[in-house]
């Protein structure tokens, strides 16, 4: 039987291990106000990113709700590429926002900034980039954009943790910026997510996150409290913080292992339309455009690699479909195809995964 190549695989040791017998034996597993482990993981991402406050969350799509929840977008038009996550349109939803779709740039698959510029109209309230695979959108572009319309942009970082902008790290760029630390992310947890914060009212927008995170309660003194406003339950476990902690340590290393595959990807693979290489990128995945998707995907399962399709575009889902045309979005969801980065690849699966590309595609 061939042993299978994993599409994603968290990399954990001992220390991972000792941390959960350690918050298990203490029977202290969660607390809505986000002390303990939670409190110590959010010191840490914050003092990583280099952000001025943060606000850990139990996922991404909790992380997207949240932020936006700040913005009173009722009724306002949100800007976003429709090749991502569902979590992504649904968190503008979540907010009575409506989700305006938009096309990705062919050269990396993030939003492109000239049909953001289109598609702006007097509705519009806020730009939502995802930073697709790990390689920043033009954050440059795009803020130049938004300052020029009065807009705000929230980045979508759930596949850019330790990704870089110029010399800033991803997190430190927008006034809000939101991350997903999923069991496939390159910062892996059971679940979890985190809000990076900004503004210059970071002080006050944290305390009201911190409120909404844990249904809303405020003032809460022993067993007294009070809620004066509508919150979710949306707060960091402490198994999550803590392995969250270990993972911390180690990113910086693991993601430049996985530069190091994507380099290998980038100079060999021969296809013609994948993945640009740049420094800057965490590469959560890398991704190629194959034709005959189906039977590309089959002959790799058969050899035991395991492939992925991110994504199928949320504007062609039966919930969100209008009458968006998007080229680009299209046409490469059609072909796009993601391939293993993750640490725990050995040099042989590398050759392996990069000569069976090149034998299927030929």
Not at 274 to 279: D, H, T
Not at 310 to 338: A, C, D, G, W
Request: proline share 4%; glycine share 6%.
């Amino acid at each position: 039987m061939v042993k299978k190549i994993k599409l994603f695989d968290p990399v954990i040791d001992t220390e991972e291990n000792n941390g959960i017998i350690k918050v298990l034996k203490s029977g202290f597993w969660a607390s809505g106000a986000g002390s303990g482990f939670v409190k110590n993981f959010e010191e840490k991402f914050q003092s990583y990113v280099k952000c001025k406050s943060c606000v850990a969350v139990n996922s991404g799509t909790a992380a997207l709700h949240l932020a936006l929840s700040e913005l009173d977008i009722k009724g306002k038009e949100v800007l976003l590429p429709s090749l991502s996550f569902v979590s992504t349109a649904h968190s503008v939803v979540y907010n009575g926002g409506i989700p305006v779709f938009v096309d990705v740039d062919p050269k990396n698959l993030c939003i492109d900034p000239n049909d953001v510029k289109r598609k702006i109209s007097k509705k519009t309230k806020v730009i939502l980039p995802v930073h697709f695979a790990g390689i920043p959108a033009n954050l440059k572009r795009l803020q130049e954009i938004a300052e020029n319309s009065n807009l705000i942009i929230v980045e979508d970082a759930a596949h850019a943790c330790g990704s870089t902008y110029g010399k800033k790290m991803i997190g430190s760029t927008s006034d809000i910026v939101c991350f997903s630390f999923h069991p496939v992310k390159n910062l892996a947890m059971p679940t979890g997510g985190l809000i990076a914060i900004n503004s210059k009212k970071h002080k006050k927008i944290k305390d009201r996150l911190n409120s909404k995170r844990w249904c809303g309660i405020t003032n809460r003194k022993d067993s007294d409290y009070d809620v004066n406003e509508l919150g979710w339950n949306f707060y960091m476990n402490e198994f999550s913080a803590r392995i969250g902690i270990s993972q911390l340590k180690k990113l910086d290393k693991l993601n430049k292992i996985r530069k190091k595959i994507a380099q290998q990807y980038y100079d060999e693979i021969k296809v013609e339309h994948k993945m640009p290489f740049e420094k800057n990128s965490s590469y959560h995945f890398y991704w190629i455009l194959v034709k005959n998707r189906s039977k590309f995907r089959k002959e790799l399962a058969e050899n035991g690699i395991e492939t992925g399709i991110h994504y199928k575009p949320i504007h062609k889902m039966s919930m969100y479909r209008n009458n968006f045309q998007l080229s680009n979005t299209e046409k490469i969801s059609k072909q796009i195809v993601s391939i293993p980065t993750h640490p725990n690849l050995s040099e042989n699966n590398v050759k392996k995964i990069i000569s069976l590309i090149n034998k299927v595609t030929k």
